[in-house]
């Protein structure tokens, strides 16, 4: 199996592009199935998950080409139903968007329960409760899922806690419910505006999306068009405290500063200078820093997804701080394999007490999901010596060419694919 082997304790210097978002790529592409018609999505990201759900939607029956700079030309026309019970929607999380874009068109759904991190219970009752709202029907039976309508009507509907998965999936259904949707206490995610944008360009009536109150009004039928998807700020976030954690200088191009605000205020408030432009911002290391605290929540909040490269950096920062993970209550498990690099941390329920250390050792270490990846590769950039990262599967789900990239700013990273090769 692939890994990465790194030779770290060299500073990141340099100019890095920032690939489509993930999470936004993964609602618009279910959401062509809405069209009904030929699109081209412009600037997804070369990552296995945007794979999947190019597979899922061949699988579905749809025309789909994708060339090697991320545009895709999918053609959802020829999907006659939305039946896909055969495992494959089980290997990632926002397989579950086929349920409210497969209601909209089709009123009719099939899936296999969705997959993705394992980073705690991840129910999706929100995403029932809306959609039965609409008119639908839900019926679960050992790990398939269907739901059905005979027809979608509006409707008010308050969300219990804050999701994006929700938001947006109601959002799709609604799209072909008659008459008016108001979603309430929906999640402001940029990729919540992404696609609720996306559906407008294709001839949607969506107003309010990146508030808590979104209102949709039920249309006929949506066409093509062309869309480009926004910058994937988790990525951009990522680079940013890697270049905090190596003690370098970066510019991160291809961004929209404002959805990394919430980073931006953290390492600005532990003294790391950052300097905003249109759509870039150099982020550079000038002083040592100081520790914070931070609390993940909902968007603008600090997101989730940045966590655990945030807890690596905290674990090199001389001081105390305190990590509270709001939203996923299993979201730790990497912790172990910082511990194992030296890293002084204590985990308690959804609370980690950091006390920071000089340095960090090189070691092996794995991924133990998507971002707790992404945190290991910055973690051994920092430690000096060579270490390996294990079951990079993970991290290939949603960052693309990451050894590349870092290798262009200066890091010793290599991927091997065997036992035998060395650095
Ligand atoms: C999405 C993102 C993920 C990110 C997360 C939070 C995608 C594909 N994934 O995941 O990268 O970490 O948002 O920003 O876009 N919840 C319920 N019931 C539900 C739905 C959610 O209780 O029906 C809870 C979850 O367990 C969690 C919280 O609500 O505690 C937020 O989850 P949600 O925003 O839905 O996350 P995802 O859509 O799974």
């Not at 150099?282 to 997804?305: A, M």
Request: with cysteine; hydrophobic share 45%; proline share 3%.
């Amino acid at each position: 199996m692939a890994k990465l082997v790194i030779e770290g304790g060299n500073r990141l210097r340099g100019k890095v592009n920032i690939s489509g978002f993930k999470n936004a790529a993964l609602a618009i592409l279910p959401a062509t199935i809405l069209t009904g018609d030929n699109c081209i999505i412009e600037n997804l990201p070369m990552i296995q998950d945007v794979f999947v759900y190019r597979d899922i939607l061949l699988k579905l029956g749809a025309d789909v080409s994708i060339s090697d700079s991320g545009l895709m030309n999918v053609d959802t026309s020829k999907i006659e139903k939305c039946f896909i019970p055969n495992g494959l929607t089980k290997k990632l999380r926002a397989s579950y968007y086929l349920l409210g874009a497969g209601l909209g068109r089709f009123k009719d759904v099939t899936i296999s329960y969705p997959g993705g991190c394992d980073i705690g219970l991840r129910p999706i009752d929100q995403h029932i409760k809306g959609l039965e709202a609409l008119g639908g029907t839900f019926e679960v039976k050992d790990d398939v899922i269907r739901v059905s309508a005979k027809k979608l009507k509006g409707n008010k509907i308050y969300l219990d806690v804050v999701s994006v998965g929700a938001t947006i999936n109601i959002m799709m259904a609604a799209v072909f419910a008659e008459g008016k949707t108001v979603i309430e206490n929906a999640a402001k995610e940029p990729h919540v505006v992404d696609t609720a944008n996306f559906l407008n360009a294709m001839g949607a009536s969506i107003r309010g999306a990146g508030t808590d109150v979104i209102r949709i009004t039920g249309v006929e039928k949506l066409h093509g068009g062309e869309y480009s998807v926004i910058p994937d700020q988790i990525e951009a976030g990522t680079y940013m405290i890697a270049a905090a954690v190596t003690k370098g200088d970066l510019i991160i191009n291809n961004i929209i500063p404002k959805h990394l605000e919430p980073v931006t205020a953290k390492l600005k408030e532990m003294g790391m200078n950052i300097e905003e432009y249109g759509d870039s911002l150099r982020v550079h290391y000038e002083k040592e820093l100081v520790p914070v605290n931070i609390k993940t929540l909902p968007y603008p909040g600090f997101p989730t997804d940045l966590q655990q490269p945030m807890t690596v950096l905290l674990a090199m920062t001389k001081g105390d701080s305190i990590v509270i993970e709001s939203i996923f209550e299993n979201r730790f498990k990497y912790i172990d394999e910082l511990v194992k690099m030296g890293a002084r941390i204590k985990v308690e329920n959804r609370a980690a007490a950091i006390k920071g250390v000089e340095k960090l050792n090189a070691t092996e270490v794995k991924a133990t999901d998507l971002r707790a990846g992404a945190a290991m590769v910055v973690a051994c950039l920092a430690a000096e010596g060579v270490s390996t990262v294990n079951d990079i599967y993970h991290i290939d789900r949603g960052y693309e060419f990451i050894e590349n990239k870092f290798m262009n700013l200066g890091a010793k990273i290599r991927r091997v694919e065997d036992e035998d090769q060395q650095i």
